[in-house]
């Protein structure tokens, strides 16, 4: 049996996967970051003891962050979760857990349990594409992850789409990220006379009443979007396109979005299926676990 993690800024998730890939036993736990970084690895460890305990026997364990292992030093980089960041957190998890750990970017995780078992199954080749506070991606190849020579492959959120656009807390201008997110949308459209505060499914209910800003701050999203899935497409031209994260849920993206993106594409006919996940918010925990190929905790 797997243990798959899924370590969030607020929660921390676990769950147990059967052989065939049903679950067995979830749990949830706030995630302490004000605690600390021992804080967070001890919640950890205590969440794998529960889990096992439940079952009465020893699994492997995989785990989804918000960053990924940086190849150089073998720390964290990229944390929502600050005190992560420069951390040798593999190597203190394994510690802690006293077996080996596999770890991956919360995107791929989202990527590979699509791939696996969900909108993605009967694929060659998946980017899962996620979109929410943040923007990221993973690309799955016949199911294994794509993870490059930097272990960024699939990060379309850091492509600059324009320029001259607002600051991203990566240090360039215009990424993706700042215009494809629920915050990027809500910036938006207040910059262009919207409410100031509004949320990102409230932006999308006014422009389905037909508000006039609201659906002018929709119509840049869908184009925008277009653009920018176009890149990855002209890169790496999946068979299936999944959508994750909260915005996944706007239905224009798969009504409207393919004809943004055929009008980016090189080449002619496009007709790339981009499809709703199927494991929802189950994807990232479970992905952690599909780290691991079934009977192997080595």
């Known amino acids: 049996m797997r243990i798959g993690i899924d370590l969030g800024g607020t929660k921390t998730e676990g769950v147990i996967l059967a052989s065939d890939g049903s679950e067995l036993l979830r749990k949830r736990c706030p995630t302490p970051q004000a ?37 150089n030093d073998g720390t964290l980089r990229n944390c ?14 394994e510690k802690h857990l006293q ?9 791929n995780c989202f990527a590979l349990s699509e791939a696996i078992d969900g909108a993605g199954r009967n694929f060659e080749t998946v980017f899962g594409a996620i979109l929410g506070t943040g923007v990221g991606g993973g690309l799955v190849a016949n199911g294994q992850l794509l ?34 997110s629920g915050p990027g949308l809500a910036v938006d459209y207040q910059g262009h006379g919207g409410a100031p505060n509004a949320t ?3 932006i999308v209910a006014a422009a389905e009443n037909h508000d006039r800003i609201a659906e002018q701050c929709m119509q840049r999203y869908l184009e925008r979007f277009g653009r920018a899935l176009a890149t990855v497409i002209n890169v790496f031209d999946p068979h299936v396109i999944i959508l994750g994260g909260g915005l996944s849920n706007i239905g224009r993206l798969y009504s409207e979005g393919p ?30 676990a599909q780290l691991w190929p079934e009977g192997n905790s080595d």
Request: charged fraction near 20%; glycine fraction near 12%.
């Open 259 to 288: 004809k943004q993106v055929a009008a980016h594409v090189f080449g002619d006919p496009f007709d790339t299926p981009i499809l709703k996940n199927q494991n929802g918010d189950s994807a990232g925990v479970r992905g952690a």
């Open 35 to 71: 605690d600390g970084y021992q804080a967070i690895l001890d919640t950890i460890a205590r969440l794998v003891v529960e889990l096992e305990q439940s079952v009465g026997e020893k699994c492997s364990v995989g785990i989804g962050t918000p960053g990924a292992i940086a190849l």
């Open 147 to 180: 993870r490059g020579r930097h272990h960024i492959a699939g990060e379309w959120g850091h492509n600059q789409l324009e320029d001259n656009g607002p600051p991203c807390y990566c240090g360039l201008y215009g990424c993706v990220e700042t215009f494809l």
């Open 99 to 107: 077996r080996p750990v596999r770890i991956e970017n919360d995107a």
């Open 200 to 202: 990102a499914e409230e």
């Open 80 to 93: 929502n979760t600050t005190c992560l960041i420069g951390q040798p957190f593999l190597a203190d998890i």
